[in-house]
């Protein structure tokens, strides 16, 4: 390497509203500038940490894992809020990695008073594996030098020297307009020749290029509520916070201090930290003496299928199912994932918490039903345990719960309960600026009136329902807009602004349904933070969650099952009877005449306008057509003419058609129409011999329609199709087909889920309901209002 430097001192998007780096251009800029590290030091966090690693690991760059700290001399404990002094410190291995783990936790939880704050002492407690540097002018070194208290600054250094050890503090020094700045690089450098201290330079990055800083200096703006024209709010002195190129740096401090660029590779070479996916962690679960998770989960299995079927001896189809699951299950590592949900939903039974009869693919197991984990037969409404779990793609199962919302902190203090409060927390969310919430953020900090702004955003179309996913896609697609854009210089300044800090984090909060349990204490494994009083999250988001291997559940509240619950409540204590919704017939000539009457009002799913319409003209009168409702009201399959086909064929007013007579079997139930996603696997299944395993793959592919891709699973499935006697110019048809109206099908075993919550609250609506009473005494009342009127 030429010119050897790496960027230690580095700000993603993660240091929200301040930083506006995005992991992905870090690693490819490093890569394109010759360089091969790179650091991320956010402010007090390590939100970005797995993301940043992974983008890095992308481009061949090396990842260093770190965070911009703010130290309180005085303790993290203090609440006095005077000192928070920033300083730097690096993972150099992982031991180093988990020990600042345990410091960002710390600065986050007990340590936030405004910041995240630690101390000398609770750096010292988890000093190992960590190289730190004395930051920018708001480290405690620089503002001592600053405050011209010179001998301290001294002494701070050698404090830090001795916490950190000699090898491993150095004293940083920059370059910007910051008059102090210059001084306290003097004295920095004097410092390290008088004291032996090791210096470094770097260039405290909040944006990737120097003409960047114009729209930075508005995202501040944003930060702290405030106009750009006004004179005493925060700001950065200058541009020169951007990621400058080793070539620059060398041209700035190669004559003088050249050592302190050599150190900053020197210490990216010393940084390697592995973080481990591809593994799974599974909290302990105790098991009866004698039993391993495999036969316990089978044992409760084999018992459960016996509960539901009502009988002793299920049905061959049946057993063939559950063994072949089981065993997949088996062969992935999975028995005591089940083991765990199960033991949490049949918690929650037992404790009367209304749970939801399934959500997402895993209402296609049968081992789910069995334990009670979901209410639905998949074998009845030919559901596939492929969508669900697949053995040609090994990943952890996903299963996703809908709680009462009323109840659901009930259920999440049971988990804690079971495992212990040091491993149960939450998961943190990121909101992203969306087109129109970053022009209106723009306009408000720019200082444009409240009218002139809302004139752009009325022109920004809704991305759902246009397919325009940005504001430059905007600009090409909607004329007003590039016509305003073109003769408006402050609509201009304002679209150009937007369009750089579209896309990037606003803000965090707590995830409205992800928990994640972990085998050890989860400091141990992530960073956590705190919201509020007493809720713990963990500061790695999902997608790091599940990529780090940790068990991540879903429990999200859903306030038609407390409705449920109080109707059903009514009920009993009017002497009608105790109701299981699990035994109500599914053929109920009364429900099915509500709605198709349009009555669907407080129907779960089912009430909106637009629903309420297809609901009239599809008139279902079974429950596969409510599965095919829930399904098909979506934009993609009412603007591709799947629902007027539907209803056409349905109401025989067209003939059902299948693209070839192998398809019968598996369309008959929606007139020949592809809608569910199962059909496509089932449709590669039986006509090009995939296995479902590979079919879910094809279904993956092609909702990601990535060419090359696509041409291979083509020549597959018409190969396939060949070996079945299909002509191959008819089997590429197909495949064509498919591959259009793959990209509309929705996940069956969820649609299923939630037609039966459909189903429910429309049974006890039809059956039960004082309906006359309800529309005239109480119309302004919401809609799931009539189930409290049950007893009427």
Request: aromatic share 8%; glycine share 8%; charged share 25%.
């Amino acid at each position: 390497m030429e010119k050897p430097f790496a960027h230690l001192h580095v700000h993603s998007e993660y240091s929200l509203l301040d930083g506006a780096n995005k992991c992905a251009d870090l690693a490819s800029a490093t890569k394109e500038m010759g360089m091969d590290s790179v650091a991320l030091t956010d402010h007090g966090v390590m939100y970005g940490c797995v993301e940043f690693y992974n983008k890095c690991k992308a481009e061949g760059v090396k990842p260093i894992l770190g965070c911009e700290v703010y130290v309180d001399p005085n303790g993290y404990t203090c609440r006095d809020g005077k000192n928070q002094y920033h300083l730097i410190l690096l993972a150099e291995n992982d031991e180093g990695y988990h020990n600042l783990i345990r410091i960002v936790s710390t600065a986050n939880t007990d340590g936030f008073y405004y910041k995240p704050r630690i101390d000398h002492e609770l750096l010292a407690k988890y000093s190992k594996g960590i190289i730190g540097s004395s930051a920018c002018l708001g480290g405690e070194i620089p503002n001592l030098i600053a405050r011209g208290d010179i001998s301290g600054a001294e002494a701070r250094a050698q404090l830090y020297r001795d916490i950190l050890g000699k090898d491993n503090f150095y004293l940083e020094i920059q370059h910007n307009s910051i008059p102090e700045q210059a001084i306290v690089n003097k004295t920095l450098a004097e410092m390290s020749r008088k004291y032996d201290f090791q210096l470094i330079a770097t260039n405290d990055a909040h944006y990737m290029k120097k003409s960047d800083a114009s729209w930075h200096d508005v995202l501040l703006c944003v930060q702290t509520n405030s106009n750009v024209d006004s004179p005493n709010r925060y700001r950065f002195t200058g541009d020169d916070y951007y990621f400058r190129s080793p070539q620059e740096m060398w041209s700035i401090f190669g004559d003088e201090l050249p050592e302190s660029l050599i150190n900053t590779q020197r210490i990216a070479d010393r940084c390697s930290v592995k973080l481990e996916m591809g593994h799974y962690y599974l909290p302990d679960f105790p098991l009866p003496e004698g039993e391993t998770l495999e036969t316990h989960l089978r044992n409760m299995a084999e018992t459960g299928l016996k509960k539901r079927l009502k009988t002793e001896t299920p049905p061959e189809e049946y057993v063939e199912r559950l063994n072949y699951e089981l065993g997949i299950i088996e062969q992935m590592g999975f028995p005591g994932y089940f083991c765990i949900v199960s033991d949490i939903i049949n918690a929650a039974k037992e404790r009367s918490i209304p749970i939801g009869p399934g959500r997402g693919s895993a209402a296609g197991s049968v081992v789910a039903w069995s334990l009670g984990i979901t209410d639905l037969d998949p074998i009845r409404y030919n559901l596939l345990f492929e969508r669900f779990l697949n053995p040609e793609r090994i990943s952890m199962p996903d299963i996703d719960t809908d709680v009462s919302d009323k109840r659901r902190d009930e259920l999440i203090a049971y988990i804690v309960q079971k495992y212990g409060s040091d491993r149960v927390a939450q998961i943190i969310t990121f909101d992203r600026m969306k087109s129109k919430g970053a022009i209106t953020d723009v306009g408000r900090a720019m200082g444009m009136p409240v009218a002139d702004v809302r004139q752009v955003t009325k022109l920004i179309p809704d991305a759902l329902k246009s397919g325009i996913k940005n504001i430059p896609e905007a600009l090409l697609k909607v004329p007003d807009l590039k016509s305003l854009y073109d003769s408006n210089p402050q609509v201009k300044r304002l679209l150009d602004v937007a369009q750089h800090i579209e896309g990037i984090s606003r803000h965090c909060s707590q995830h409205a349904a992800g928990v994640v349990i972990t085998p050890k204490p989860i400091v141990e494994m992530v960073p956590v933070r705190k919201f509020g009083e007493s809720q713990i999250v963990t500061q790695y988001s999902m997608e790091p969650v599940e990529k780090l291997g940790l068990v991540k559940m879903d429990f999200l509240g859903l306030r038609t099952l407390s409705v449920l619950e109080g109707a059903l409540a009514n009920i009993k204590e009017n002497g009608k009877g105790i109701i299981d919704l699990n035994e109500i017939p599914m053929d109920d000539t009364k429900t099915f005449d509500m709605l198709q009457n349009g009555d669907t009002l407080g129907v779960f799913q089912l009430e909106s306008s637009g629903m309420t319409a297809l609901v009239r003209r599809m008139k279902p009168d079974c429950f596969e057509d409510l599965i095919a409702l829930v399904a098909l009201y979506r934009p993609g399959p009412l603007e591709s003419g799947m629902v007027d086909k539907y209803v056409r064929c349905k109401h025989r007013e067209e003939a059902v058609h299948y693209l070839h007579p192998a398809f019968e079997g598996m369309m008959k139930e929606t007139y020949g129409v592809i809608l569910y996603q199962e059909q496509v696997m089932q449709s590669a299944s039986v006509l090009a011999g995939y296995t479902l395993g590979e079919a879910d793959l094809l279904r993956r592919a092609m909702g990601k329609k990535k060419l090359d891709v696509m041409a291979e699973q083509r020549a597959k499935f018409v190969s396939g199709a060949v070996k079945n006697r299909v002509d191959p110019n008819k089997a590429g048809e197909i495949f064509d087909i498919i591959e259009k109206f793959a990209g509309y099908g929705f996940n069956k075993s969820h649609s299923a889920a939630y037609a039966l919550i459909s189903y429910r609250t429309a049974w006890l609506k039809a059956n039960y309901a004082a309906l006359n009473f309800w529309r005239h005494t109480f119309p302004a009342w919401s809609a799931p209002r009539w189930m409290y009127l049950a007893s009427i």
